[in-house]
């Protein structure tokens, strides 16, 4: 038998956006590249010894969120510690960050695929991520595919933009993203 593991990982709560439903909030102490790999240590592991007891292959997969994970300078070590240990790697990104030079960085990082956030049309996006933030995410998402990188939409559905839900998958086709998710809008505060 074989099974596929993903384990998402926060490696920062810092952002360069402030959205408007963000759980993140709030200052919290960031954990060293030290301790981010022992983290890593610890999950490889506890696959390893699982597969064993139950006699069962793995794929494990990490995907790195945050916050915003490209705020890390030590992002890319984070990614071949990850790599090294036989995780397959992703990251969720708000796009913003993306220009050509980093994409070419996560290409060359063998970051599978990179999940852009988008919360609605141009309108809705910028008034939930702050102005101006689609067009930089969509500069993202080409750019992404222009290094030759998977690039993925994932849309937090809310009263604010459950109306352009058709808009969006129209979006994610016409930049021809590698698929769109929907996730669940987490209530906090």
């Known amino acids: ?37 022992r ?21 494990p997969s990490l995907h790195l969120t945050g916050g915003e994970p490209l705020l890390r300078q030590d992002l890319f070590d984070i ?8 995780f397959s790697v992703s990251m969720m990104s708000n796009g ?3 220009d050509p030079a980093i994409a070419l960085r996560i290409r060359e990082a063998g970051i599978e695929d990179v999940q852009v956030s988008m919360e609605g049309l141009e309108r809705t996006h910028d008034e939930i ?13 080409w750019r992404l595919k222009e290094a030759g990188v998977e690039a993925n939409i994932n849309v937090t559905v809310s009263r604010l933009n459950r109306g352009q839900v058709a808009g969006l998958i129209r979006t994610a086709a016409e930049l021809g993203a590698g698929g769109i998710a929907f996730s669940r809008l987490v209530p906090a505060g």
């Open 129 to 141: 991520r702050g102005r101006g933030s689609f067009r930089r995410a969509l500069a993202g998402i």
């Open 39 to 59: 983290a890593i240590d610890n999950v490889h592991g506890a696959l390893e010894g699982w597969a064993s007891d139950h006699d069962v292959e793995t794929s």
């Open 96 to 98: 913003v960050l993306v």
């Open 79 to 86: 990614v071949a510690y990850a790599r090294d240990k036989g």
């Open 1 to 37: 038998m074989h099974l596929d593991f993903f384990v998402q990982l926060h490696v920062t709560q810092r952002c360069n956006l402030r959205c408007r439903h963000c759980y993140q909030a709030g200052a919290c102490e960031e954990m060293s590249a030290g301790e981010v790999f």
